[in-house]
């Protein structure tokens, strides 16, 4: 814990913190990079490349075909509306990764906590509507992941699913629910 009163443990894309009143989950840059790595080795498709959509496919379409040609011709139309295409998808993948990078959730918002196979969801309400949002983090080790029960426990967060978790304290499973500290 901090002198602020802040706990936090490290994700697979960056940090949460655990602080008074709120949750804030932070991710990097260079972490996001990272994961999306891991997950095209591991044949998934990154959260960050889904947003490429339509003008990713369309710039891939017009880049790919007269490539050659470009290069032996010296350019043209279709090569640019392809360049435009792709900038618009990178656009839209470095937005998508900047808009990512950080969430604040109020404590008294958060409804419980998941523990699931090495993942932690964050059932929270919506600010603006009040609707059920999730926020999923993967610390990055079975220490990582007792911090972060630890932390929310002392904090009054409703945890779930922490008795099946072998990496989680049992003095945090087995602590009586508290009320949220300030």
Do not use: C, Y
Not at 14 to 31: D, F, H, W, Y
Not at 84 to 100: D, M, N, P, R, Y
């Amino acid at each position: 814990m901090s002198r602020s009163g802040t706990w936090s443990f490290a994700t697979a894309r960056g940090t949460v913190r655990v602080a008074p009143g709120e949750l804030r989950i932070r991710r990097s840059i260079a972490q996001t990079v990272t994961e999306s790595g891991r997950a095209l080795a591991d044949g998934r498709l990154p959260s960050a490349l889904r947003d490429v959509g339509w003008a990713g496919i369309g710039a891939v379409t017009m880049l790919v075909p007269p490539a050659v040609e470009w290069l032996l011709r010296g350019g043209g139309a279709r090569t640019t509306v392809g360049l435009i295409g792709l900038f618009t998808a990178v656009g839209g993948v470095a937005t998508s990764v900047a808009s990512e990078r950080t969430a604040t959730i109020p404590l008294r918002d958060v409804e419980h906590v998941d523990f699931d196979e090495g993942e932690i969801e964050i059932v929270h309400r919506s600010g603006d509507d009040d609707e059920r949002e999730t926020e999923t983090v993967r610390p990055l080790n079975d220490e990582e992941r007792s911090d972060a029960a630890v932390a929310l426990r002392l904090r009054g967060v409703d945890l779930r699913g922490v008795k099946e978790d072998e990496a989680v304290s049992r003095t945090v499973v087995d602590a009586p629910k508290t009320e949220l500290l300030a």
